[in-house]
């Protein structure tokens, strides 16, 4: 079984004069966390209803010259619908259905049987803890409770792969913290997840890997820890309790306070400065390889594509 | 398929609960119920009107009590015939007097040029309506003649002077001939017809209606999006068209069942045996004419639903339909004038007045073979058309957010198709 899960590629959406995305490819593997990131308007949720064969992709790829092709599960979308889940950026629920009639209805569009369908979407409620709520109203739901139902929605038939579209979007922290322990706890189940958001410091703590999209193009891809590093060379995180002696081929020192500094490295590796400290007799409490902030890369891979 | 009728119960039960849908499903029932009530309470009394009113003979009479000022002289003395029911006066004022005790419900005045003028006065005391119907009734026409040919012993020519001629209508295309002169059973058949034809469309437009609410709410409350995927959108349209088909086919056969069962009761309670209705065949091609017409209706509300941002604006497009389909109606009045007119036969063939039109038509036996077939084969058709164009309006107006597409637009996304 191949580990590719989604295959995207040379995708190309056009709306008129103004293209959408632009010759976009990237793949999402079995297992992972998958973060689709980009600025409000780069073609994150094009992209996604195409995948989701809810739009249809253009013909051919930039200049006709490459087909654009999409498939989940080495097939066409629209032949594996049910094998996945979606909760869309526009999203909303039948206001006037019973809690679990609307999940019970939901599950038996994705095709499951009346009784599986009542039986999961039971199992989903009591996940998110809206049990009591069942035979409710959807409109009687705080908003916290009607994105936790939608996220329920999404996965009540038990999907392979699960597309969210912000899922944070408009929520308290205490719900951030629910939402986030869900997807955390539908990776540990063998779900692969494609998780479109804003908030960065939930990207970093939840993806493994990251598509960043700008304008309709992919930006950056590839693996979240890679990136970081890629974006931060030659910087060293260092605690001390002791104050730092000049160093050979520290070019720049930031202090950030309770001991501890960010060196910039020129001409030496991490392991040579290393040796070099403990050559000088300091006292380290900590030493590893900096990283730039997601955020920070985020604007600095919009800003640079400008 | 599954996924369509899984939305087609959908459909049918989230709107067979809607309190609009029973109230009006249940208001025929609800109606026949009193009705029966009614009938029960005053039923000997209904009974001798109603036979009366329509004799098995066609002979009209009254159970009303006339008083006559005869200053031409033509009805003194009264024949013995009519001294129940009728009183003769002597003068006005003493009829008047009568009519102001409530002696005599109405009072007739022949004046002493009548054989000139032909004029009767008719005093009573609500006037209007009811002196109009008293002197147009067969009973004063037939006291009238029986009187003038008090001497005659023909009864016959009485009776031809009384009630000259009946039509009966006999259309040179039928095969068989309409023999039946019971007036009752004429009227019944084209009421029947007639109401039947309302009724479709009145089912037609209420179905239709909710499909196009359903598809706005669905819009304007953004499920739409998980709705499309986990469905092709043509398979949410099919869905929506079969389940609110199905609830229309419900309403129609909730008031056809009840209707049947209520008037059949109505008319055992008032002792009489109901007419029979004879054009069975009206209910076969109402049928046929209800699907076509809610399939192309069901497709346009439902792109109408998908395209408007929000239900007041769906109902707004949705609205250039729905007039254009009751044209027939409003120019029912010319129509039940001159019911061949080719306009009418145009209206027929036309696919978004032709279930009405027809049904018109039908209901006054004005609508021959050749019209019948040209009119199901255009709806036939034209469907596949209005299902594409509807389809890919529905498809694409659907995850358009806050701004109404322009035609041209539409009619790019049609090129594009």
């Known amino acids: 079984m191949s580990d590719k899960i989604v295959q995207v590629h040379h995708l190309v959406k056009r709306y008129g004069n103004f293209t959408a995305v632009h010759d976009l490819s990237f793949e999402v593997y079995r297992g992972e966390v998958f973060g689709l990131l980009g600025p409000n308007g780069a073609g994150k949720t094009t992209t996604i209803r195409i995948i989701m064969d809810i739009l249809k992709p253009d013909g051919t790829g930039v200049q006709g010259a490459r087909k654009a092709t999409v498939s989940i599960f080495g097939h066409p979308p629209r032949t594996v619908r049910a094998r996945v889940g979606y909760l869309p950026e526009e999203r909303g629920l039948y206001r006037n259905m019973m809690v679990l009639s609307v999940l019970e209805y939901l599950a038996q569009l994705k095709g499951l049987g009346r009784t599986t369908a009542r039986q999961n979407a039971i199992t989903w409620l009591e996940k998110v803890g809206l049990r009591d709520w069942a035979g409710r109203k959807v409109s009687e739901l705080s908003r916290g409770m009607q994105q936790k139902l939608q996220l329920a929605a999404s996965a009540v038939h038990d999907p392979e792969l699960l597309i969210l579209d912000e899922p944070f979007q408009g929520l308290d922290p205490v719900n951030v913290e629910a939402i986030k322990g869900l997807i955390h706890d539908l990776q540990r189940d063998g779900k692969t997840i494609v998780l479109s958001a804003h908030q960065m410091n939930l990207v970093e703590a939840l993806c493994d890997r990251i598509l960043l999209v700008n304008k309709g193009r992919g930006v950056l891809y590839g693996k979240l820890a890679d990136i970081k590093r890629q974006y931060a060379p030659n910087s060293i995180r260092l605690r001390t309790s002791a104050a730092l002696p000049d160093l050979a081929g520290v070019k720049q020192v930031r202090a950030l306070g309770n001991g501890t500094y960010t060196l910039t490295l020129e001409g030496i590796s991490s392991q040579g400065l290393l040796k070099s400290l403990v050559d000088h007799g300091l006292p380290i409490e900590s030493y590893e390889v900096a990283t730039a902030p997601l955020d920070e890369i985020f604007i600095a891979a919009v800003k640079g594509d400008r | 398929m599954a996924r ?414």
């Open chain 2, 4 to 417: 369509v009728w899984i939305i087609a119960r959908h459909e049918y039960l989230i709107n067979a609960r809607r309190l609009g849908f029973l109230i009006t499903t249940l208001s025929v029932p609800a109606l026949g119920i009193i009705g029966l009530l009614v009938a029960a309470l005053v039923g000997g009394q209904m009974g001798d009107w109603f036979t009366k009113v329509f004799p098995a003979d066609g002979t009209q009479t009254t159970v009303h009590t006339i008083g006559i000022v005869d200053r031409s002289g033509i009805c003194s003395p009264l024949l013995p015939d009519y001294n129940d029911g009728f009183t003769l006066f002597s003068t006005e004022d003493e009829g008047l007097r009568a009519l102001r005790a409530d002696q005599i419900l109405h009072l007739l005045v022949i004046p002493r040029e009548y054989l000139a003028s032909g004029k009767v006065h008719v005093i009573n005391k609500q006037g209007g309506l009811n002196a109009m119907r008293l002197k147009d009734s067969a009973v004063i026409r037939r006291f009238i003649i029986d009187h003038l040919l008090r001497h005659s012993e023909d009864t016959l020519l009485k009776e031809r002077l009384a009630n000259p001629l009946e039509i009966v209508p006999v259309r040179l295309d039928e095969e068989t001939r309409a023999t039946r002169d019971d007036g009752l059973a004429f009227v019944v058949n084209m009421m029947t017809t007639y109401f039947l034809a309302i009724l479709l469309v009145f089912t037609i437009f209420t179905s239709s209606g909710y499909l196009l609410r359903g598809v706005s709410e669905e819009k304007t409350s953004r499920i739409i999006e998980i709705i499309l995927s986990s469905v092709a959108p043509w398979e949410l349209l099919a869905g929506k068209v079969l389940g609110l088909g199905a609830l229309g086919l419900t309403q129609i056969a909730v008031w056809l069942l009840s209707a049947a069962v209520f008037l059949g009761g109505a008319f055992s309670a008032v002792g009489l045996a109901p007419p029979t209705f004879d054009r069975v065949e009206v209910f076969g091609l109402a049928l046929v004419y209800y699907v076509l017409g809610f399939l192309v209706f069901a497709v346009l509300m439902g792109a109408a639903g998908a395209v408007g941002t929000t239900m007041q604006e769906s109902q707004q497009l949705a609205g250039i339909f729905s007039l254009v389909a009751v044209v027939p109606m409003i120019l029912s009045g010319m129509f039940f004038a001159n019911p061949g007119l080719t306009a009418f036969r145009v209206l027929s063939w036309f696919p978004l007045t032709a279930p009405v039109t027809m049904m018109m038509r039908l209901s006054v036996g004005e609508a021959p073979n050749v019209d019948i077939i040209l009119s199901i084969f255009l709806l036939i058709v034209s469907i596949p058309g209005v299902i594409w164009v509807g389809a890919k309006v529905f498809r694409m107006g659907l995850l358009m957010y806050g701004k109404r597409p322009s035609v041209g637009q539409i009619i790019q996304w049609l090129r594009e198709a």
